[in-house]
């Protein structure tokens, strides 16, 4: 089993910056991925980035250039470093990992064992 904690969200203004942080525990040693995902109201939820242990990252095209995704050495801290934050970014963002390869496969939900309960991230204009 694995636990994932976020925190770093909150509120900014269109423009602003925010920096998401992501705690894995437990049987942490074996994950291969990590990934951050997100969900706005009434939408589904989307792939935002992931990398693996052989820090292979990947990005949805809406986030590239905005966005960054790292981890520390210990490959337990996930990061999510966000700035030109627009309104369109409000959601809940939620971290995920897999003992699986991410792959082609990184953006989608099913890939992904274990969640987060979310933070939620508002942008207003």
């Known amino acids: 089993q694995v636990q994932l904690v976020e925190s770093g969200g909150g509120s900014v203004q269109a423009g602003g910056s925010l920096r998401l942080s992501c705690a894995a525990s437990?049987?942490?040693?074996?994950?291969?991925?990590m990934g951050w995902f997100r969900q706005a109201p009434g939408k589904e939820r989307e792939g935002v980035a992931s990398?693996?242990?052989?820090?292979?990252?990947r990005y949805a095209d809406s986030v590239k250039g905005r966005f960054t995704v790292s981890q520390d050495n210990s490959k337990t801290i996930l990061s999510l470093q966000m700035n030109s934050l627009k309104p369109e970014d409000t959601a809940m963002y939620y971290c995920?990992?897999?003992?699986?390869?991410?792959?082609?496969?990184?953006?989608?939900?099913?890939?992904?064992?274990?969640w987060g309960q979310g933070t939620q991230v508002t942008v207003s204009s």
């Open positions: 990398i693996d242990m052989d820090d292979n990252i």
């Open positions: 437990g049987y942490t040693y074996s994950i291969h991925c």
């Open positions: 995920a990992a897999t003992y699986l390869e991410c792959g082609a496969y990184w953006a989608a939900e099913s890939t992904f064992r274990y």
